[in-house]
């Protein structure tokens, strides 16, 4: 097998009183779409933001194509939850926000963040600000910065949940497409079960106190895949198999939010 893109070994997590992640060990190869599922509060953005390399560490290393991880860098790019763009900012303007942070400053990186808002389906919203645009237009505009800089590895941390049922599912066929032109290695967190199979190579499960890799669940399901995909008994049952799976601590953490 391939050396692989990332490489996880031990990685541990604790804050004061907390032990977050209690040791998780993984490879990612390249070019692979990984979703991350598990209960609230097991550790999944701690995870992510540790290999973006916003958070150190307790114990344990994380590595990109060998090197270990210690700060952010152009090589990942991060998609947050919440749309998180300069209001005063026009949409191109956020879009290059990435690439200003990394130095680049030229015609080629224009081009590319011209490229990536077409990619998205927002050319002709250039000029727009994000007050002009809906919550799925906004979430675009934060891919679109994310691939801006042209990372190898994509950490993408519940970049749909804040978006209606129909915007999601048609966000998910669009990252689909996206993903299948260029092949980004990802890490993906969700809540949402049939996102993470539709959209994933494999699946990680999570469990809860300290946060571990309790299962990796292979997504044998052929590619391209679209919606259409969900209605397939294989991939009800790879659901049912990973509800199951968290269901308990799905279950703990509702009804001890703070125990
Ligand atoms: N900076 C911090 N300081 C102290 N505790 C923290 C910090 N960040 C996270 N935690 C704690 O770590 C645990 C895991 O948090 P994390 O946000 O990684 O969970 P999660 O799996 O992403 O949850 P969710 O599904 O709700 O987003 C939680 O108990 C949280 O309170
Ligand atoms: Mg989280």
């Known amino acids: 097998m391939a050396h692989p893109k990332l490489e ?3 990685l541990r997590k604790s ?3 907390l032990d977050v992640i209690g040791g998780i060990s993984a490879a990612v190869q390249k070019g692979e779409f990984i979703s991350i599922v598990g209960p609230s509060g097991c550790g999944k953005t701690t995870f992510l933001r540790i290999v973006a390399g916003l958070e150190q560490a307790s114990g344990g290393e994380v590595r990109l194509d060998g090197r270990v991880v210690r700060e952010p860098g152009a090589d990942r790019g991060f998609v947050f939850q919440s749309d998180n763009l300069l209001p005063w900012r026009t949409i191109y303007d956020n879009a290059r926000i990435g ?3 990394a130095g680049r400053s030229g015609a080629a990186e224009r081009q590319r963040t011209m490229d990536m808002l077409k990619l998205v389906g927002l050319e002709g919203f250039e000029h727009y600000y994000p007050r002009q645009l809906s919550g799925g237009m906004r979430q675009r505009v934060n891919l679109a910065r994310a691939l801006a800089v042209d990372p190898e590895v994509l950490l993408m941390d519940e970049p749909f949940s804040a978006l ?3 915007t999601r599912e048609i ?3 669009e990252l689909l497409r996206i993903w299948e032109r260029g092949r980004k290695t990802v890490l993906f967190v969700t809540h949402q079960i049939d996102e993470a199979v539709l959209l994933s190579d ?5 469990a809860r106190r300290p946060g571990r890799l309790q299962e990796v669940i292979d997504i044998p399901i052929p590619r391209p895949r679209d919606l259409s995909a969900k209605r397939t008994p294989d991939f009800v049952a790879l659901v049912d198999r990973i509800w199951r799976l968290i269901e308990h601590d799905v279950r703990d953490s509702v009804l001890h939010e703070n125990t």
């Open 99 to 101: 690439q200003e942070i």
């Open 164 to 166: 209606d049922a129909q």
């Open 202 to 206: 494999r699946v990680w499960v999570f």
């Open 171 to 173: 966000m998910q066929t």
């Open 8 to 10: 996880v070994s031990w």
């Open 15 to 17: 804050f004061p009183g």
